[in-house]
């Protein structure tokens, strides 16, 4: 059993950064690959981010790819979403799962994560 918590979000003016945390409790933890997903008002959750097991492999949906940049301290059971140069497009609730399944790669689809956050508020002003 995994359980995740998001920290992090918050209001900040368009071209200004953020740094969201996702802690994990469990031993197991380290062994398994995080996501980022998102949901905006009135819209589809969506894939934001990816790393593997290790924390060595990232992909980012292409209109975040530059800016965000996801990373992972197994030493501290915590994942990170570092968003730079944010946008009010990118005004969401995030959330972070983890894999259904142990040492795996890198997953896109929500249907491929078992466990997740309760999510946190970003709200980008122009």
């Not at 950064?17 to 905006?40: D, E, I, N, P």
């Amino acid at each position: 059993q995994v359980q995740l918590v998001e920290s992090g979000g918050g209001l900040v003016q368009a071209g200004g950064s953020l740094r969201l945390s996702c802690a994990g409790s469990g031993r197991t933890f380290s062994s398994y690959a995080m996501g980022w997903f998102r949901q905006a008002p009135g819209k589809e959750r969506e894939f934001v981010a990816a790393i593997d097991w290790s924390g060595s492999s990232t992909l980012y949906r292409d209109s975040v790819k530059g800016r965000f940049t996801m990373s992972k301290d197994n030493a501290k059971n915590t994942v990170y979403l570092q968003m730079n140069s944010l946008k009010p497009e990118d005004t969401a609730v995030y959330s972070c799962a983890a894999a259904k399944r142990r040492f795996g790669g890198l997953k896109v689809g929500p249907s491929e994560y078992e466990y997740w956050g309760q999510g946190t508020h970003v709200t980008v002003s122009s």
